[in-house]
């Protein structure tokens, strides 16, 4: 039974590029919340994706946008990259009753 | 604004010393608690889940919760150096996402 799966594990970008993060749930779950967490720091919230769409959103710009597709796997996209973005991206599924997060093993963005 | 707020670290116990980690919440509205483990460079790992008061047990881990009081614990018994890692204290609002605090760091000395 996969648990939650990102892709890539790292990467390395400059100011003002485009990303995009992958991640596929846990098997049975069917939403899918991001978080952005800095070096030393606990998780901030990014959004949550239910059925497609989403569903809330923590304090975070519109340059952070996302998605989710049918089989309920999200994509993370942040638009003109700047050098506080650098941190570890964090997904996490569950199901929508009030059941805990299960996060993967995260992708860590770095700015140069 | 939803604020949780742990006791500052570092924290270090001796090995066999039962390790007492902190929490408090701002909303009282909060439904769900939750203990994760973060090693240094990996992800969080749910180690415990609370949703009434009074304690709930799952071996050497006994979580807290105080509603009343807006304030939830984790007690390690029989730290491990295993056990080393950063705490993070979690709470659902009640629309299953979480606000985290920053974390406790535990360091078990052997």
């Known amino acids: 039974d996969a648990g939650v799966t990102q892709s890539p594990t790292h990467l390395i970008k400059t100011r003002g590029q485009q990303v995009t993060l992958r991640c596929s749930p846990k098997s049975g779950h069917d939403t899918v919340s991001w978080y952005q967490q800095a070096l030393g720091q606990g998780p901030q919230f990014i959004f949550q994706y239910y059925e497609e769409e989403e569903r809330q959103r923590g304090n975070f710009p519109d340059r952070f946008s996302g998605h989710q597709f049918p089989n309920y796997s999200s994509e993370l996209n942040v638009n003109a990259l700047l050098l506080g973005d650098s941190a570890l991206y964090l997904c996490a599924s569950s199901t929508r009753v009030d059941q805990p997060q299960h996060f993967g093993d995260g992708t860590r963005l770095s700015i140069l | ?110």
């Open chain 2, 1 to 110: 604004q939803k604020e949780v707020e742990q006791n500052s670290g570092p924290l270090s116990v001796p090995e066999g010393a039962i390790a007492s980690l902190n929490c408090t919440y701002s909303d009282r509205g909060s439904q769900s608690f939750f203990w994760y483990r973060q090693y240094s460079g990996k992800s969080p790992e749910l180690i415990m889940s609370i949703y009434s008061n009074g304690d709930k047990e799952d071996g050497r881990f006994t979580a807290q919760l105080n509603k009343a009081s807006q304030y939830v614990s984790l007690l390690i018994r029989d730290s491990q150096p295993s056990d080393s890692a950063t705490y993070l204290c979690a709470v659902n609002p009640g629309a299953n996402n979480l606000f985290f605090g920053t974390g406790t760091r535990l360091t078990v000395i052997p």
